[in-house]
């Protein structure tokens, strides 16, 4: 990449894990909070990194920037999660440019979601960009890209049917309560968490159960009053929950704890109880399966799941790989006419020293002289020579290094180097 003058680091590159060979155990040790990712992405900063994205979401956590080496970008996301090293390497993978930027293409467009087309992703790859603009750690290559990707998504969505049907772990959780839970609509439903999993979990809820026995809990009521009033929810204090659960027949845990919320101890119904646990990291204790009447059910299995819809999408993955290569392939010549961008403003700054010595002698050798209109007339002209080399270097059938390199001599130029 250093070819392409978008950042003082040589290569860039994705480092990662995801939910083909990391389990939710792994995942939820590597997985990164708000806090923790802004903190990364200072201390990247720090140690001169200038482009960087960090995206932390269910089924994966991945940073995508700049760096001399990946073992940079590894140690980053080492420091700020529970993960070493070690465990890292057992599970991961690394991309390095153009490889890189096809995989964040897959990943942002739904097709290297743990469910096919889950277009959640991209809402949460423009939040990852946000932050690092916030931190001032995306350079113009992390934001074309982005945008980039946007596009294809957007396009994806428009023109295949990848997405139709809910496409989310959430409606994958109602489909099986569905399914699995006899008489729905006479059950008690609980949700404990308000993250974004929980809100769709509970809008797909209300939606495909009519249900109007769901109950919802939060660590903070504020959040838990603010989803309940947009549902028309009963909300209950935290202090509430093993009393709440005690009533119910199915338990959605969607909250962001670092540590399992939900163990045996809280739970004494004698009832059947369906427990699905949305979170990464776990939130609940695999120690609720010693109890008779409770049955466990975690992201991971609701994503293995498969159905009609799901095999439907799968008839449109070459358009959107179509897709995805159109959209990339602009960014990719974007990216090319980087790599002639400096000789390109080395040259135009040449030639306006050219117009302005000449101008200079032109006002003193000729009367009446119109300064104003000879500095019109010369900058379009300018305008027009550098627009005619630019053009020629986008061609595809010369050798746009020997072009730069004979442009360089012709004109004398000296190059701006950081």
């Known amino acids: 990449m250093k070819d392409y003058h978008i950042s003082k680091h040589n290569s860039f590159y994705t480092i990662g894990l995801n939910y083909k060979k990391a389990d939710a155990e792994v995942r939820g040790k590597f997985s990164l909070d708000e806090a923790s990712m802004t903190a990364l992405l200072a201390k990247a900063k720090e140690q001169g990194i200038d482009g960087l994205l960090a995206t932390s979401t269910c089924n994966r956590t991945e940073l995508h920037g700049f760096a001399q080496h990946p073992f940079q970008l590894i140690k980053l996301l080492c420091d700020f999660s529970l993960g070493s090293v070690e465990e890292f390497q057992e599970v991961a993978y690394v991309y390095k440019n153009k490889e890189a930027i096809s995989h964040l293409f897959r990943v942002g467009t739904g097709l290297d979601s743990q469910i096919l087309g889950d277009f959640e992703i991209i809402s949460q790859l423009k939040q990852s960009f946000f932050r690092s603009k916030k931190q001032d750690i995306a350079n113009p290559f992390i934001e074309r890209l982005v945008n980039a990707v946007i596009q294809a998504s957007k396009r994806i969505k428009n023109e295949t049917e990848i997405s139709s049907g809910a496409t989310s772990v959430a409606f994958a959780s109602v489909q099986y309560i569905l399914n699995n839970v006899e008489n729905i609509f006479e059950k008690n439903i609980l949700l404990f968490g308000t993250g974004k999993i929980g809100r769709n979990t509970c809008e797909n809820l209300i939606k495909h159960t009519k249900n109007p026995h769901i109950t919802l809990i939060n660590r903070t009521k504020e959040k838990a009053d603010k989803v309940g009033g947009k549902f028309n929810l009963t909300v209950k204090d935290y202090g509430d929950l093993q009393a709440e659960i005690r009533k119910t027949d ?166 701006e180097t950081k």
């Open 250 to 415: 199915v338990l959605v845990v969607a909250t962001g704890a670092q540590k399992p919320t939900v163990c045996k101890e809280l739970i004494y119904t004698k009832n059947p109880l369906l427990i699905l646990d949305l979170s990464i990291p776990k939130n609940v204790d695999d120690n609720v399966l010693e109890l008779d009447n409770v049955s466990l059910l975690h992201l991971d299995h609701l994503s293995q799941m498969t159905d009609e819809t799901l095999e439907k999408r799968k008839l449109f993955i070459p358009r959107a790989e179509a897709i995805i290569e159109e959209v990339k392939e602009d960014f990719i010549q974007w990216l090319e006419t980087r790599k002639f961008a400096p000789v390109i403003k080395a040259l135009k700054m040449k030639l306006k020293t050219m117009k302005d010595e000449e101008l200079d002698y032109q006002s003193k050798k000729t009367s009446n002289f119109d300064a104003e209109q000879a500095e019109i007339i010369s900058n379009r002209i300018i305008q027009k020579i550098t627009k005619q080399f630019a053009n020629h270097l986008k061609d595809d059938t010369i050798d746009s290094d020997s072009s730069l390199e004979l442009i360089q001599k012709v004109f004398q130029l000296e190059l």
